[in-house]
């Protein structure tokens, strides 16, 4: 049985940082790309960031880079989101997710999901 389990979140003024993690079980977690997603209230699910297998390759949307780096451990099976400088707009459930394909950026590429961890920057 998949688990994806995040921890990490919680409450922060904006101009602080948060460090989320993911904790997976169940699967060969070197064999996936690991992305992080987020849904704000009333928004769809939105795409932040995703990691190679390897590790050697990343990728953020533009709303983030600069602010967020996602990175992994492989030996521990745990991904990462580094979240700095926050932003009143950052506010949302933040999900990670692993992918078989190489690039996805889309949900539906993501096959197995955790239940998310809220982060809430305050102005």
């Known amino acids: 049985q998949v688990q994806l389990v995040e921890s990490g979140g919680g409450l922060v003024q904006a101009g602080g940082s948060l460090r989320l993690s993911c904790a997976a079980s169940?699967?060969?977690?070197?064999?996936?790309?690991m992305g992080w997603f987020r849904q704000a209230p009333g928004k769809e699910r939105e795409f932040v960031a995703r990691?190679?297998?390897?590790?050697?390759?990343?990728y953020n949307v533009d709303s983030v880079k600069g602010r967020f780096t996602i990175s992994r451990d492989n030996a521990k099976k745990l991904a990462f989101l580094q979240m700095n400088s926050l932003k009143p707009e950052d506010t949302a459930v933040y999900y990670c997710?692993?992918?078989?394909?190489?690039?996805?950026?889309?949900?539906?590429?993501?096959?197995?999901w955790g239940q998310g961890t809220q982060v809430t920057v305050s102005s």
């Open positions: 997710a692993a992918a078989r394909p190489s690039f996805p950026t889309l949900p539906r590429e993501y096959e197995y």
């Open positions: 169940g699967l060969t977690f070197s064999g996936y790309t």
């Open positions: 990691i190679s297998w390897s590790g050697n390759s990343a």
